[in-house]
């Protein structure tokens, strides 16, 4: 943890800006290499071969989405077989209490249902939104990061991370500028 | 990507998703000005206006019919349903095409879709909305039904009857609503950061920044978010399909000659894709000019939505000729008696006839692609599609229950003014919500349109990838 | 309250409002003087809608205050509660009283169920020879009447309210003034009377004043053309092979219909393949439910049934007739006809209509002489109701009197003259020319208008008295409830103006029949019981004639003996002296001491001597009563404005009807494509003219128009008045029936007829299945063979739900149905069933539970047949309305019961749409009145009212199974068969309902659901109905070509 304690507030990390998302893909690759770990780039649309570029494996979502359909079908048929043949079975036009037939659309409906919530909401819970602040927001060139600008940001917290070398390194990225970003 | 498997200038070269020259900033620009900056157009107003008197004219039938009751309108016995289910079956027809373009097309990688989706999503919403109004107030006793459809726990012990299709119904359209309603929404987080960035407005940017829920583009974020939004899309395939299933099932569960077919299913979503089509073509053109967007919704996708057109609306005359088919091969008296009553000497013959006219007969023009590419035409087919579509829930609807099984029964049904407010009422409540939408929200996908930029397909140099 | 405040809430009121529903308030007279200072009652009944409804919450409203809500009333006399029930009230439990109702002055014998003093319903009597627990339309429907709330309330004299004690110095002043002089200028106006003790009371009073005259007038049953018959005939058609109705509609018409219907059925309802069956043959010149019944029917113009007659008894070889030869296109017909009657001797009966002229009744009556069917099949008797029976000439008579000023006092014993009376005659403005008019009626209605003195009468729920059946069974009348509105009954006037003004209704009837029971009335009665035995003491006879309803030696054609029968002899008021006279006719084994019982039949020769109708031409205009308001009496009763008439099923108005050839002839349209608008056409009549829809009926003779009477009412009240078209203007004392000379113009103009039915063709889907006796024998089958195949019951994933235990089913007899609608009466009745009114039944939202289907079978213009068949829920075993409601408010019960949980139904009418028998009626607005207080006293307290965006059907009138089931409970016994009727099935006069446990091998059901022409409606929809039907089965006759 070198850190220089003379730097005033404390620093949360370095973010470099560039104009492609070419450029951006070139450094990350490059800061990979170089095996920084606490790194992560910002751009205003998914870049192709970027998670590749900074080692990030995503493998969460789906199974969090394969539980909530699960949930959704016990629940949706168990309701029905319940309701229709435990608490209140009644003779509907002779047809038998447990009417599996009848009972499939709303089970495949709640499946689809709890599945939809957990894709959305479990997504949003694993990227930590809704989030008010973080500290890339303070960067002023930021707000371009949504419309024309490519970011690529390494953390103070990173065990390879200096203030100085990193520093240098990220500017001879062919980045734009490279600022500090305040914790 | 297939544009460039053809030289430049060759006539099989099909036409840009997005019109040359753009770059990021300018697509960005182009669409946040639309809500942020640019005077809303005139015509905006007028249209908005005029839309909202209908949807006052709706809140005043609605006021009137829950102080009356059903007998305002038109129904009896045996035409128990009438136009409250026709307009179901019709909103919520049209309602499937939003989720299939972002769906379906999103998993056949259609990257023409990007620039239509949001709208389309949005557009389902609010069909969506005007149809989930009909199987309320369509009920006797409304106030009863708005919580007695549901399964809720109750001192009666007392649960809603599952094998009914009007149950599966329920289910069907809150599930669809709220999947799209979360699609939509998550397609917008990225986007309302962009608004967020752009705002001057020190209120707006907060406000857009809380919509944005702190969105800050990160990769690890967009990892997630596309996996999401894919398995999303891949939930909504089948769920578009089966909503207008079980929509369908509505009749085809039934006992009624007419009704009682099996093949509904696929008829009914054939339909509601090619009601949906035409509806979108038919906002999309007026919008398009009305907020200058062409670039971005192009000729390419107006000529791609006219294909689809005339394509599904192939399948469902299909679905009618079938009808005819199996009612014959049924040698069932009571089929060949509604076909008889339908097709040729019953009171609503005509119906039928100016329905083949509507969806089988006007759309035919879209073969050729000098008409294809007539964009006033193609918007005038849309309407008649439109008008089609609901004269097919009447053919369905009304005229197989005036005349069903024993003739004694058999009457006349005649809709009255209520039933016409209340049709033209939605309308006016659907194109309210649209246009408060275009003008308040982004009506095309920004992020997504970044993605068709060539600068965006960019690779590491070197790595010969692609995209 | 205060007077001030009466003023203010009463301020928007028009003037008959104010009192009607303050005299509710208080009826003290200075109040009521204070009232009428203040608004001049001289002003109209309230026609707008919004003030009706004003007065409505102001009567509910001040009824409330005033705590005289009618329902509370208990009778004060002592009446004897029906055997079946215990002595006391049980909250909850219904008592039965036996009582009758007089309908043209006959009996139609009832029991009433009373609910905490209230009457809500009302059976037929079983026991009744005139019943045999059948009922009618009007009886039915009576008890709305009852409590109908535009019923005239208070005495009004000069158009002002008035005591009944200043009513009674009117009276008795007129009366007595008159009594010097003889009576001279005194009249009475009637309908028909059988009421021995009225009659008693009318003879007291024209022995006293021999100048008074007693007129009787009935537009229904009185009119008479081409004379009254000299004979009546009792007829028996259980013992009739072969019968031939002359324009006879006597299972629609007529004091006997109800166990005419019964006899009739007993020959149609077969139970073998090798059932003989009666065959009947139709002559008439307009479908009525009798021809639609026939298994041979002409249709005839009205004026040429005489000459048919005459053909047909020469036929048959009556001798001393004028050679007559019918038709050259009837002939072949006719002489089949002979034929099938000279083969059927003594086991034929030819029967005419009312209104056919004497002269064909008396050719009925020699052919019945001839083929010996007298005694038999058919007994001639003296006319039971006092005489002159001729009621057109007693009116003509009355109004040329008046005219010529020779009237001075008129008392009008209910009836409606101002309206009815014959047009040629212009009763009102005779009426004018009278000093003292007294109007004794139900209703405040046209005549009471151009009266001084109106007095609200008694309905016959509230009132005392006796009348005789068709058969001359003497029938008791008790009360049900103490008079709602203070009303008087006929005997009460009589009583005050033979100056007996203390005594009660209940005295005088009492009185008389003690005295009879000491012999001491002018007619001479046999008072015995059922077995025959007399009755110990005149207290013992009062207490069984009141239990039972009537007395049973009086009657004609009851067992045990036609030796009791007490067809009294005619009695013409004019002079009683006559009555002796006739009673001392000589008769089979009559004797001075029983006089009564003497049948004093007048030779059948005299008859035969009766002149031939004069001739007749041009298009024929036929006049005929509404089938349910008949002469505008019931105008204001909503269960029978909106009960579809037979055949035409149209509710609410009245409509010509032309057959489909003349329609063509006048090119207009036929076909009718739902409630659309009716052509209108101009009728042209004797230089008057009448504007009314025209609807085409098959079966309707060509060259013939048929109007009904009875609508166009002015002052019926807030259902009545101002609905269809008043025919009465067209109507002569010449011919009060039929006539030649009329013309019809298409108006152009056009009027929506709300109907129940718009398609009467089958479209060869056999929901009626008709077979003919002889193939039916050859090959049972053929009734099956006219359906498709229903799926086999093992056809099935699902397991098949058991019934252990009760199973209820019903079983519907098509061929003894004659589609008179007395069951939808009874189920509107029994089951709280709203009127909703012509608009909504023109957007065919009738409520009724039951309906009858009509269907005409073959050609149009000559129908081959005609077919009724009731059609309730069917209670499928596996419904389609169940599966499909999302809520759940409908579903079986454990005994198969299709439930209906009106407090659960949203209201998606789902369940209609996929119920392939459209029995399911839908609450599309507020139906039920839950506002007249008059109307709550009436509903039937054990089931639901039903409120809006509610669907409802039949349930196998559930609440009476409960009851039976709650009772079978308490003493442990199971439910007998029999023992739960429904209410369609109660008042069948035909027997032709019957419902029963289908778990129980010996009910009833079960026994006819194993005959070879039970059918199920679409059954091949695999519904499995519990209603099943019965095939009708067809008699022709092969000769007839």
């Known amino acids: 943890m070198a850190h220089d304690l003379q730097s005033g507030p404390s620093l949360f990390g370095l973010l470099a800006e560039f104009d492609t998302p070419g450029q951006l893909l070139k450094a990350a690759n490059k800061v990979r290499e170089a095996g920084y770990t606490k790194t992560d780039a910002y751009s205003p649309f998914p870049i192709h071969g970027m998670p590749e570029a900074l080692g990030i494996r995503e493998r969460a979502v789906a199974p969090i989405v394969l539980a909530g359909g699960l949930t959704g079908l016990i629940v949706g048929y168990g309701l029905q077989y319940w309701t229709m043949v435990i608490a209140y079975p009644l003779n509907v036009g002779g047809r038998p209490h447990h009417a599996w037939v009848n009972f499939i659309p709303p089970a495949f409906e709640t499946t689809i249902l709890f599945a939809a919530f957990a894709a959305v909401f479990g997504m949003l819970a694993l990227n930590g939104l809704p989030q008010p602040y973080h500290p890339v927001f303070g960067a002023k060139r930021f707000a371009l990061a949504t419309s024309e600008k490519f970011f690529l940001a390494i953390e103070a917290t990173d065990p390879m991370f200096d203030a100085k070398t990193t520093r240098d390194f990220l500017s001879s990225l062919s980045s734009r500028e490279v600022v500090e970003l305040e914790d | 990507m297939h544009e460039h498997q053809f030289p430049p200038g060759d006539?099989?070269?099909?036409?840009?998703?997005?019109?040359?020259?753009?770059?990021?900033?300018?697509?960005?620009?182009?669409?946040?000005?639309?809500?942020?900056?640019?005077?809303?157009?005139?015509?905006?107003?007028?249209?908005?206006?005029?839309?909202?008197?209908?949807?006052?004219?709706?809140?005043?039938?609605?006021?009137?019919?829950?102080?009356?009751?059903?007998?305002?309108?038109?129904?009896?016995?045996?035409?128990?349903?009438?136009?409250?289910?026709?307009?179901?079956?019709?909103?919520?027809?049209?309602?499937?095409?939003?989720?299939?373009?972002?769906?379906?097309?999103?998993?056949?990688?259609?990257?023409?879709?990007?620039?239509?989706?949001?709208?389309?999503?949005?557009?389902?919403?609010?069909?969506?909305?005007?149809?989930?109004?009909?199987?309320?107030?369509?009920?006797?006793r409304p106030w009863l039904a708005i919580y007695w459809l549901f399964p809720y726990p109750n001192a009666m012990t007392l649960w809603p009857q599952f094998r009914s299709p009007l149950i599966w119904d329920v289910f069907a359209v809150t599930t669809y609503g709220t999947v799209s309603l979360l699609f939509w929404s998550v397609g917008l987080i990225p986007d309302m950061a962009a608004f967020r960035d752009r705002a001057v407005n020190p209120k707006l940017k907060k406000l857009f920044g809380v919509l944005s829920l702190g969105w800050r583009g990160s990769a690890r974020h967009w990892a997630r978010y596309e996996k999401a939004y894919l398995l999303l899309a891949g939930l909504s395939t089948p769920l578009v399909l089966s909503v207008h299933t079980v929509v369908s099932f509505d009749f085809a569960v039934s006992v009624l000659p007419g009704w009682h077919a099996t093949i509904f299913p696929p008829y009914f979503v054939a339909g509601a894709i090619y009601a949906g089509f035409a509806m979108v073509l038919t906002l999309a053109i007026p919008i398009r000019v009305m907020f200058g967007v062409q670039d971005f919704i192009t000729m390419r996708h107006i000529e791609n939505m006219a294909k689809i057109t005339l394509v599904t609306g192939l399948i469902v005359t299909y679905g009618y000729m079938s009808e005819l088919f199996f009612g014959w091969y049924s040698a069932n008296d009571y089929?060949?008696?509604?076909?008889?009553?339908?097709?040729?000497?019953?009171?609503?013959?005509?119906?039928?006839?100016?329905?083949?006219?509507?969806?089988?007969?006007?759309?035919?023009?879209?073969?050729?692609?000098?008409?294809?590419?007539?964009?006033?035409?193609?918007?005038?087919?849309?309407?008649?599609?439109?008008?089609?579509?609901?004269?097919?829930?009447?053919?369905?609807?009304?005229?197989?229950?005036?005349?069903?099984?024993?003739?004694?029964?058999?009457?006349?049904?005649?809709?009255?003014i209520w039933d016409f407010m209340t049709l033209f009422g939605t309308i006016g409540l659907f194109t309210t919500l649209m246009f408060v939408f275009v003008r308040l929200l982004p009506m095309i996908a920004i992020f997504e349109m970044y993605t068709l930029l060539p600068q965006a397909r960019s690779k590491p140099a070197g790595e010969e990838a692609t995209s | 309250m205060t007077l001030a405040d009466i003023r203010t809430r009463l301020a928007s009121l028009e003037g008959r409002a104010y009192w009607r529903s303050l005299e509710e308030l208080s009826d003290t007279p200075e109040f009521r003087e204070y009232l009428h200072r203040e608004f001049p009652a001289q002003a109209s009944e309230f026609n707008d809608p919004a003030g009706r409804r004003e007065f409505l919450k102001l009567m509910g409203a001040s009824l409330a205050l005033a705590g005289v809500s009618a329902c509370t009333r208990q009778p004060e006399e002592k009446i004897i509660p029906y055997v079946r029930q215990p002595e006391e009230i049980i909250p909850g439990r219904p008592l039965f009283y036996a009582t009758a109702m007089p309908l043209g002055g006959y009996a139609f014998p009832l029991l009433a169920e009373n609910h905490m003093g209230r009457p809500t319903k009302l059976e037929g009597n079983p026991e009744h020879p005139a019943s045999l627990g059948g009922t009618d339309l009007f009886s039915q429907t009576s008890v709305l009447t009852l409590y109908d709330p535009d019923r005239s309330r208070t005495v009004v004299g000069d158009g002002e309210v008035r005591t009944w004690g200043t009513f009674v110095n009117v009276l008795q002043a007129a009366t007595m003034s008159r009594r010097p002089i003889k009576g001279q200028g005194l009249r009475l106006l009637t309908g028909p009377v059988t009421s021995p003790s009225l009659i008693d009371q009318i003879e007291k009073l024209l022995s006293g004043m021999p100048e008074a005259k007693w007129h009787q007038w009935d537009a229904v049953f009185g009119a008479r053309q081409g004379g009254a018959p000299a004979a009546l005939p009792i007829c028996r058609f259980d013992k009739a092979d072969v019968v031939v109705a002359l324009d006879a509609d006597f299972l629609g018409t007529g004091p006997g219909m109800v166990r005419y219907n019964k006899d009739f059925a007993s020959r149609r309802r077969i139970t073998t393949p090798e059932t003989e069956l009666n065959r009947l043959y139709v002559v008439e010149p307009v479908t009525t439910i009798t021809g639609a019944k026939a298994d041979h029917r002409l249709a005839m113009k009205a004026r040429d049934v005489h000459g048919f007659a005459a053909a047909l008894a020469s036929a048959i070889g009556v001798a001393g007739l004028p050679a007559s030869t019918a038709a050259a296109q009837v002939a072949p017909w006719l002489t089949a006809v002979a034929a099938d009657l000279n083969k059927h001797?003594?086991?034929?009966?030819?029967?005419?209509?009312?209104?056919?002229?004497?002269?064909?009744?008396?050719?009925?009556?020699?052919?019945?002489?001839?083929?010996?069917?007298?005694?038999?099949?058919?007994?001639?008797?003296?006319?039971?109701?006092?005489?002159?029976?001729?009621?057109?000439?007693?009116?003509?008579?009355?109004?040329?009197?008046?005219?010529?000023?020779?009237?001075?006092?008129?008392?009008?014993?209910?009836?409606?003259?101002?309206?009815?009376?014959?047009?040629?005659?212009?009763?009102?403005?005779?009426?004018?020319?009278?000093?003292?008019?007294?109007?004794?009626?139900?209703?405040?209605?046209?005549?009471?208008?151009?009266?001084?003195?109106?007095?609200?009468?008694?309905h016959f729920l509230e009132s005392w008295g006796d009348a005789r059946a068709f058969d001359g069974t003497v029938s008791l009348i008790q009360p049900l409830i103490s008079p709602l509105y203070d009303g008087r009954t006929a005997l009460e006037l009589l009583a005050v103006m033979n100056g007996m003004v203390e005594s009660s209704a209940m005295d005088l009837v009492k009185d008389y029949w003690t005295r009879a029971f000491a012999g001491q009335t002018s007619t001479v009665w046999s008072l015995r019981s059922a077995d025959g035995a007399p009755y110990a003491s005149p207290e013992a006879f009062w207490r069984h004639a009141l239990h039972d309803g009537f007395v049973p030696s009086t009657s004609a054609i009851a067992p045990p003996a036609a030796g009791h029968a007490a067809a009294a002899p005619a009695r013409t008021p004019s002079s009683p002296t006559a009555a002796a006279a006739a009673t001392a006719a000589p008769g089979a084994g009559a004797t001075a001491g029983r006089a009564g019982g003497a049948p004093a039949t007048p030779p059948a020769a005299a008859g035969l001597a009766a002149p031939a109708p004069a001739a007749q031409t041009g298009m024929e205009i036929i006049f005929r009563p509404d089938p349910n308001i008949l002469d505008g009496r019931f105008a204001n009763n909503g269960w029978l404005q909106e009960l579809p008439k037979p055949l035409s099923k149209v509710t609410w108005d009245n409509v010509a009807y032309i057959s489909p050839k003349t329609a063509e002839f006048f090119s207009i349209p036929i076909a009718r494509v739902g409630n659309g608008a009716n052509d209108v056409i101009e009728i042209r009549y004797q230089g008057r003219t009448a504007r009314m829809p025209v609807w085409v009926l098959p079966g309707t003779a060509d060259d013939v128009v048929v109007v009904h009477f009875g609508y166009g009412r002015r002052r019926a009240g807030r259902v009545g008045t101002g609905i269809g078209v008043d025919t009465f203007g067209l109507r002569t004392s010449k011919a009060p029936w039929f006539d030649g000379g009329a013309e019809i113009v298409r108006t152009g103009e056009s009027y929506l007829i709300a109907s129940t039915q718009n398609h009467f063709a089958m479209e060869g889907r056999h929901p009626v299945r008709a077979v003919d006796a002889a193939e039916y024998r050859k090959d049972p089958k053929v009734v099956a063979a006219l359906g498709h195949e229903a799926p086999p019951k093992t056809m099935t994933l699902y397991p098949v739900f058991e019934y252990t235990g009760h199973k209820w089913g019903m079983s519907i007899d098509l061929n003894s149905c004659t589609g008179c609608g007395v069951c939808v009466a009874a189920c509107v009745a029994e089951n709280n069933i709203a009127v909703v009114g012509k608009d909504q039944v023109s957007r065919s939202r009738e409520m009724h539970w039951l309906r009858v289907d009509t269907y005409f079978e073959g050609d149009p213009a000559a129908p081959a047949a005609t077919h009724h068949q009731p059609v309730p829920c069917q209670q499928c075993e596996t419904a389609p309305c169940e599966v499909v409601c999302p809520v759940a408010a409908t579903v079986h019960n454990d005994e198969g019961l299709n439930d209906m949980v009106y407090n659960r139904c949203v209201g998606t009418r789902y369940c209609s749409n996929n119920c392939p028998y459209k029995v399911r009626r839908f609450n599309f607005l507020l139906y039920s009145d839950f506002h007249t207080p008059e109307l709550m006293a009436q509903r039937n307290p054990d089931v639901t009212i039903r409120s809006r965006g509610v669907m409802e059907k039949c349930t196998y009138c559930v609440q009476r199974i409960n009851e039976a089931r709650i009772d079978a409970k308490t003493t442990g016994d199971p439910i007998k068969d029999g023992v739960i009727k429904t209410a369609c099935e109660q008042a069948c006069p035909a027997d032709a309902i019957v419902f029963g446990n289908l778990n129980d091998p010996e009910s009833r059901v079960v026994k006819l659901k194993q005959q070879e022409r039970n059918y199920g409606l679409l059954e091949d929809l695999n519904t499995r109905p519990r209603t099943t039907y019965l095939a009708v089965v067809k008699n022709p006759n092969p000769e007839v070509k």
Not at chain 3, 439 to 456: F, N, R, S
């Open chain 3, 345 to 458: 001797r003594g086991r034929s009966l030819v029967v005419a209509g009312d209104t056919q002229p004497a002269a064909v009744h008396a050719l009925a009556r020699a052919m019945n002489e001839a083929l010996g069917n007298v005694g038999a099949t058919v007994t001639y008797h003296a006319p039971i109701a006092a005489s002159p029976a001729d009621g057109t000439a007693s009116i003509s008579e009355l109004v040329a009197d008046m005219q010529a000023g020779r009237v001075d006092v008129l008392v009008i014993f209910g009836g409606n003259p101002v309206f009815t009376a014959p047009a040629d005659l212009n009763f009102a403005e005779a009426l004018k020319k009278v000093t003292v008019r007294v109007h004794l009626d139900l209703y405040h209605d046209e005549t009471a208008e151009l009266c001084q003195w109106h007095v609200p009468e008694a």
């Open chain 2, 335 to 416: 089929e060949l008696f509604m076909l008889k009553n339908r097709t040729w000497f019953g009171p609503y013959a005509w119906t039928y006839w100016l329905l083949l006219i509507c969806n089988f007969l006007v759309p035919q023009m879209l073969w050729s692609k000098r008409l294809r590419r007539n964009i006033p035409l193609v918007f005038i087919v849309c309407m008649f599609v439109n008008v089609g579509m609901w004269l097919e829930r009447f053919v369905i609807i009304v005229t197989s229950l005036h005349r069903d099984f024993v003739p004694s029964a058999w009457e006349m049904y005649y809709p009255t």
């Open chain 2, 11 to 140: 006539f099989r070269a099909p036409l840009p998703v997005i019109a040359p020259g753009h770059s990021f900033r300018s697509i960005n620009e182009k669409l946040t000005s639309i809500v942020l900056t640019r005077n809303t157009p005139l015509v905006w107003f007028i249209v908005t206006g005029i839309a909202f008197t209908f949807l006052m004219g709706l809140t005043v039938a609605i006021a009137y019919l829950l102080a009356k009751g059903i007998g305002i309108w038109g129904n009896n016995i045996p035409v128990g349903w009438a136009f409250d289910i026709i307009n179901f079956v019709w909103w919520i027809g049209i309602g499937h095409a939003g989720t299939l373009i972002s769906a379906i097309l999103l998993l056949f990688k259609q990257d023409w879709r990007t620039s239509i989706n949001r709208f389309a999503e949005a557009m389902t919403l609010f069909a969506v909305a005007c149809a989930a109004l009909f199987p309320l107030i369509h009920t006797g």
